[in-house]
């Protein structure tokens, strides 16, 4: 186990394993389950980890301890990722508190069989525990990313446990637990931002504000690395993201082929828009439709370029707009190029889509190419590249 403060031990557990997390998102790089204990007076785990790496990260724990007893356990978060373990700590040790907030307890009856003998203890805001020579302060952090999320500030080593906010996909070398690059940091906290805490953003600006307050060297997330340097750039990313505003100038090109046609026009407006700064062009039929989303919340700008189907728009674009849509994407200037032979309806499709989501600024003039991008097609694109990057 690896000390990160005084008497305080990172014990969370790599899986390399894990091809989907929460069973929707790649992750070519495995995750982490964080895990913290802390060996005072009162010896203090804070969560445990996924039911898939149980046995792992009991011995782990088993080790850690020596022979010692958990007083409490601080349950963060109990989505199973974190809270499968809870029942085994309490059958190892039945001498445990639970310390959770009253949703905490609500949902851990009604994802396990914890022995209602078990003690618990229920914290409120602000509220102090005293474990000998650190002292856990709790903030309830509702809806990030569930409804009984809370984070504990130790408050003699200024370590702020952040439960799933600051996380980043991606396992760790535990020799080397601190994330030591923000532009390493910065893709993979992006896209596990983005899809699994972004439809959150006030609730996280909540949490951000209360925070702000704190004086704070590191921050331990329950996913990926543990960041301890340059925390005003980690703080103020999450404050952009949940702003809903742009990183960066520069635009994602989006487009949904089904013959190669419309993907031969998102060439062309890549040619039109590259020296303009940041540009991506992602193919929807192809990339992971989920970091496609995260890219698209990176820039100020975006180009669809959809085939018609179905007297709809082709599946790939509508399931990005939906999803982009539940992350509630917003501010940013909007460009749409459709295809269609005979009744093109994917333009008609993708203007709805944008129209239903906050302060998008779709350029007027949808360019409607028939069937394969022709020369007279070209003047159309250029003016539609120039429509979007005027300010
Ligand atoms: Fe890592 Fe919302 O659980």
């Not at 509220?127 to 569930?146: C, E, N, R, T, Y």
């Not at 590191?218 to 990313?237: E, T």
Request: charged fraction near 25%.
């Amino acid at each position: 186990m690896k000390e990160i403060g005084k008497n305080i031990f990172y014990v969370g557990i790599n899986d390399n394993d894990i091809d989907l997390f929460e069973n929707v998102y790649n992750v070519p790089n495995g995750v982490t389950y964080n895990s913290y204990l802390i060996m005072d007076e009162k010896i203090t785990l804070l969560d445990t980890v996924d039911v898939r790496k149980s046995d792992e990260w009991l011995k782990k724990i088993d080790e850690s301890l020596n022979g010692k007893k958990i007083d409490y356990l601080i349950v963060s978060h109990v989505e199973p990722d974190h809270s499968s373990n809870i029942q085994a700590i309490t059958e190892k040790y039945p001498d445990v508190t639970l310390v959770g907030n009253q949703k905490t307890f609500q949902f851990l009856s009604q994802f396990f069989n914890i022995d209602s003998n078990i003690k618990k203890q229920e914290v409120k805001e602000g509220d102090v525990l005293d474990i000998g020579s650190h002292k856990l302060q709790f903030f309830m952090a509702p809806m990030v990313h569930w409804p009984e999320v809370m984070c504990t500030y130790e408050q003699t080593e200024k370590i702020i446990f952040s439960a799933d906010a600051f996380g980043k996909f991606g396992v760790v070398d535990e020799e080397n637990i601190y994330e030591d690059s923000e532009e390493q940091w910065l893709p993979e906290a992006r896209r596990y931002y983005i899809n699994i805490v972004g439809k959150y953003g006030p609730q996280v600006q909540a949490l951000l504000k209360k925070i702000s307050t704190l004086d704070i060297k590191m921050i331990c997330p329950l996913h990926g690395p543990i960041l301890n340097n340059n925390l005003d750039y980690y703080i103020d990313k999450y404050n952009t993201w949940s702003t809903y505003m742009p990183e960066e100038k520069g635009t994602l090109i989006a487009f949904a082929s089904i013959h190669g046609n419309t993907k031969e026009a998102a060439k062309k407006v890549y040619d039109l828009l590259k020296d303009q700064g940041g540009i991506k062009s992602m193919d929807l039929s192809r990339c992971d439709v989920y970091e496609a989303v995260a890219e698209a919340f990176k820039y100020d700008k975006m180009v669809v370029l959809a085939s018609s189907y179905n007297a709809g728009v082709f599946t790939p674009m509508e399931e990005f707009l939906n999803i982009l849509k539940t992350k509630q994407y917003q501010n940013r200037k909007v460009a749409i190029v459709e295809n269609g032979s005979w009744a093109p309806s994917a333009g008609m499709c993708m203007r709805a889509a944008f129209l239903d989501m906050k302060n998008i600024d779709v350029v007027p003039d949808v360019v409607t190419i028939k069937s394969s991008m022709k020369e007279e097609d070209i003047p159309k694109l250029e003016n539609m590249v120039n429509s979007l990057i005027e300010t």
